[in-house]
């Protein structure tokens, strides 16, 4: 028997769907392609991930690499920028003039699609890398090392 509209849970049917991180590397390194950002991957017309290009070995120069993570930094730095500079709270997303928002949690979100750009252009399952740490520093001591932060 076939659920009316109105039996459904609205708050269900309202929520947006929830992606894996995998899910968002892929997604997010697509993007980053079409857009342009990776112009030494695409060959001929036909645009691949570099890590199919040389049958299973990395094509991406590290050069390329050292570029992605200094772009990686410079939106860590936007975001100690924002913090330093702008008043309103951190969670707020503001639009100055336009479509384009902005806000801390902007320059943080700026920070994790740089990161699953690169997880996903490297072949690298970021996924299974966090459950792997996370479940190393569940072992550690309290503030290992006597660190101060
Ligand atoms: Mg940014």
């Known amino acids: 028997m ?20 995998t899910w968002w590397q892929t997604e997010i390194h697509q993007l980053a392609i079409e857009k342009g950002w990776w112009p030494h991957i695409v060959v001929g017309d036909k645009v691949e ?13 590290t050069s390329v690499i050292i570029e992605k993570l200094c772009l990686i930094h410079a939106e860590v730095s936007e975001a100690l920028e924002f913090l330093r500079y702008e008043k309103m709270s951190l969670d707020k997303i503001q639009y100055m003039g336009g ?23 490297l072949d690298i399952n970021i996924e299974e890398a966090i459950r792997v740490k996370h479940e190393y520093n569940k072992t550690r001591p309290y503030r290992h090392g006597n660190k101060t932060a």
């Open 2 to 21: 076939k659920a009316r509209y109105d039996d459904l849970d609205k708050d269900i049917i309202n929520t947006p769907p929830i992606h894996t991180l």
């Open 49 to 61: 991930a570099a890590h199919k290009i040389l049958d299973g070995s990395v094509a991406i120069p």
């Open 99 to 121: 479509s384009k928002p902005e806000g801390f949690s902007i320059e943080l979100a700026d920070v994790v699609i740089r990161i699953l750009d690169l997880c996903c252009a």
